[in-house]
């Protein structure tokens, strides 16, 4: 029962072969054309994180979304919370009339 269950070997038939592609052969360069030295030119560097530039506007955008998040999220809860205690205040007054039913019933026999 708590054994585990491996899956099946994967049945998909082995990749064809790879086909060998000719070569071209390279252009010949005439002796009378001088080839030009090359130089190595070093990479420019690339900075680890791109950097963010936060402007005054930006900043108040930012503080803003935060502020309707944290407002949305606690209207969220509240009404949560809402919704729990009337259903338990329901319940308990349920539970009551039912108890003063079963009373009544019992009292008449």
Not at 82 to 104: G, N, P
């Amino acid at each position: 029962m708590f054994t585990p269950k491996y899956p099946t070997p994967d049945t998909a038939p082995a990749p064809a072969p790879a086909v060998p592609q000719t070569m071209t052969p390279a252009p010949v360069v005439p002796a009378t054309q001088a080839l030009a030295p090359v130089t190595q030119v070093a990479p420019a560097p690339v900075p680890a994180r791109p950097t963010i530039q936060l402007t005054p506007g930006s900043m108040l955008a930012l503080a803003a979304g935060g502020g309707a998040v944290v407002l949305v999220v606690g209207a969220v809860l509240v009404s949560m919370l809402l919704a729990v205690a009337i259903t338990a205040v329901s319940v308990a007054l349920v539970a009551v009339v039912l108890k003063s039913l079963l009373k009544d019933l019992n009292n008449q026999r």
